[in-house]
């Protein structure tokens, strides 16, 4: 069974940072698409952020510019960088592998506001 752990959400003022991590008991994380999605109350789950095996990236366009994400495949986690951050920004964020199609973690909350 895959377990994902996502931590490093919080509160922040408007133009804040936060640096997510998720670490995934997945066996072959190394060659694992993952990315980080977000739910924002009353919404639903949408993906914000991807990485590839091979390190390429993508990004929704809202938070292009703002949003880095990367892995670390040694230590099988997977970050997600925000900067600038704005309150639309509010959501519970969690990774998965591309696709999700791991059981959900428990997320991490994040609060943007002033």
């Known amino acids: 069974q895959v377990q994902l752990v996502e931590s490093g959400g919080g509160l922040v003022q408007p133009g804040g940072s936060l640096r997510l991590s998720c670490v995934a008991s997945i066996d072959i994380f190394n060659d694992t698409h993952m990315a980080w999605y977000r739910q924002a109350p009353g919404k639903q789950r949408e993906l914000v952020a991807w990485i590839t095996s091979r390190d390429s990236t993508m990004y929704v366009d809202s938070v292009k510019g703002r949003f880095t994400i990367s892995r670390d495949n040694a230590r099988s986690t997977t970050y997600l960088q925000m900067n600038n951050l704005k309150p639309e920004d509010t959501a519970i964020y969690y990774c998965?592998?591309?696709?999700?199609?791991?059981?959900w973690g428990q997320g991490t909350q994040v609060t943007v506001s002033s």
């Open positions: 998965n592998n591309v696709g999700a199609s791991h059981s």
